[in-house]
């Protein structure tokens, strides 16, 4: 029986897979992993931000938000060429990837013809594009499109239910609108949240329930491990039980199983045994580079090293036949299990 693709996961299914016994959900999340990817590829993305800090926005975690004194040092919106000469650097170390990220409510009108150039510069490299700015107007993502973006990312963050203990500069249905907005505009979506905030497991779930029940899922899922920075009022946050990390993991690559689930931030404090459960359970990209964002990153060669004692190779990029080939073979098992009529019980 072939997964269908699905977008009315209840509560109590999900809740079910959280509480499923460690060894029977990463089972289950590598089963249909396999289904749909090659478990022994990872995608490789490198993150730069283009301008940092002196954000309005008061989300509780972010050393970027202007409310928080981190000693984070600001720096305005870069060249355009500067961003470039990263760009080919990123290049040069593997990635297919590169992402850039804008400390933002959203983007001005005047900013949108150095965010388009560098969207136009990178693309012209034989990279994909993912641009990170903050709520766009249905306008503006019409004009990333435009100008070659392939990725939009816009975290839901957590549960609906939690969110307003972490942002209230913004609501829910902001983030949302602007997932329809990137949609409408045609661009992929990667989209997905933050655990280690304090929130309970319901809310990962409800996290997982929002993105899954889009009605398409994002292309791109990342899940973040808190990074507690001083300054933010969750820098004392309490530990996560890494295995409660991992679980949100599967129950994500289970939800969503064409999706790239992505490690994101937080993997500093990830040893290897961690990295390498997540694969297992379904992670299936990565975000590589010396920084990720503001905080740090495990350098490009430890993940490398990894990768080769695992056995897993770099998703490619420029071989552009054998990824037409992929996606081709990736459209036509979504379609058969978005068609698969057979009732798929979650929790059997
Ligand atoms: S997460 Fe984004 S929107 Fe929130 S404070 Fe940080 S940079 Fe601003």
Redesign the pocket.
Same mark, same amino acid.
């Given at each position: 029986m072939s997964t269908p693709i699905r977008h009315d996961w209840t509560h109590a299914e999900v809740k079910a897979l959280f509480e499923l016994p460690f060894n029977d959900l990463l089972f289950k999340a590598q089963t249909v992993h396999r289904e749909f990817f090659d478990p022994n590829q990872v995608q490789v993305s490198t993150l730069l931000s283009i301008k940092t800090g002196a @954000?309005p926005?008061? @989300?509780k975690? @972010?050393p970027?938000?202007n409310r928080y004194d981190t000693g984070l040092e600001q720096e305005k919106l870069m060249e355009v060429e500067k961003v470039l000469a990263e760009a080919r650097a990123a290049k040069a170390t593997g990635a297919s990837r590169f992402c850039m990220g804008a400390?933002?409510?959203s983007p001005k009108k005047k900013d949108m013809p150095y965010v388009t150039a560098m969207v136009k510069g990178v693309k012209e490299m034989g990279l994909e594009t993912c641009m990170t700015l903050?709520m766009l107007s249905e306008e503006q993502a019409e004009e990333l499109a435009e100008a070659g973006l392939d990725y939009y990312n816009h975290n839901l963050d957590t549960s609906p239910e939690f969110y307003g203990e972490i942002?209230t500069t913004r609501t829910y249905q902001h983030r949302l609108d602007t997932l329809s907005n990137v949609r409408k505009a045609g661009l992929k979506v990667c989209s997905g949240g933050i655990v280690g905030m304090g929130e309970s497991v319901r809310d990962r779930a409800g996290l997982l329930i929002q993105l899954a029940n889009l009605p398409e899922h994002p292309e791109s899922v990342p899940i973040n491990m808190l990074v507690r920075v001083e300054g933010t009022p969750l820098a004392e946050e309490a530990d996560l039980d890494p295995f409660d990390f991992i679980r949100t993991i599967a129950v994500a690559r289970i939800l969503m199983p064409a999706s790239h689930v992505r490690l994101s931030a937080g993997r500093e404090e990830m040893n290897e045994q961690m990295h390498a459960l997540a694969y297992f359970a379904g992670a299936n990209s990565i975000f590589y580079g010396e920084k990720l964002l503001t905080t740090p990153n495990p350098e490009a060669n430890k993940d490398l090293k990894l990768f080769d004692r695992l056995g897993i190779k770099p998703e490619e990029r420029d071989e552009q036949y054998c990824e037409d080939e992929q996606e081709a073979a990736l459209q036509a098992k979504v379609e058969q299990a978005r068609n698969d009529q057979f009732f798929y019980d979650a929790t059997a």
């Amino acid at each position: 029986m072939s997964t269908p693709i699905r977008h009315d996961w209840t509560h109590a299914e999900v809740k079910a897979l959280f509480e499923l016994p460690f060894n029977d959900l990463l089972f289950k999340a590598q089963t249909v992993h396999r289904e749909f990817f090659d478990p022994n590829q990872v995608q490789v993305s490198t993150l730069l931000s283009i301008k940092t800090g002196a @954000c309005p926005e008061d @989300c509780k975690y @972010c050393p970027q938000s202007n409310r928080y004194d981190t000693g984070l040092e600001q720096e305005k919106l870069m060249e355009v060429e500067k961003v470039l000469a990263e760009a080919r650097a990123a290049k040069a170390t593997g990635a297919s990837r590169f992402c850039m990220g804008a400390a933002w409510r959203s983007p001005k009108k005047k900013d949108m013809p150095y965010v388009t150039a560098m969207v136009k510069g990178v693309k012209e490299m034989g990279l994909e594009t993912c641009m990170t700015l903050g709520m766009l107007s249905e306008e503006q993502a019409e004009e990333l499109a435009e100008a070659g973006l392939d990725y939009y990312n816009h975290n839901l963050d957590t549960s609906p239910e939690f969110y307003g203990e972490i942002i209230t500069t913004r609501t829910y249905q902001h983030r949302l609108d602007t997932l329809s907005n990137v949609r409408k505009a045609g661009l992929k979506v990667c989209s997905g949240g933050i655990v280690g905030m304090g929130e309970s497991v319901r809310d990962r779930a409800g996290l997982l329930i929002q993105l899954a029940n889009l009605p398409e899922h994002p292309e791109s899922v990342p899940i973040n491990m808190l990074v507690r920075v001083e300054g933010t009022p969750l820098a004392e946050e309490a530990d996560l039980d890494p295995f409660d990390f991992i679980r949100t993991i599967a129950v994500a690559r289970i939800l969503m199983p064409a999706s790239h689930v992505r490690l994101s931030a937080g993997r500093e404090e990830m040893n290897e045994q961690m990295h390498a459960l997540a694969y297992f359970a379904g992670a299936n990209s990565i975000f590589y580079g010396e920084k990720l964002l503001t905080t740090p990153n495990p350098e490009a060669n430890k993940d490398l090293k990894l990768f080769d004692r695992l056995g897993i190779k770099p998703e490619e990029r420029d071989e552009q036949y054998c990824e037409d080939e992929q996606e081709a073979a990736l459209q036509a098992k979504v379609e058969q299990a978005r068609n698969d009529q057979f009732f798929y019980d979650a929790t059997a």
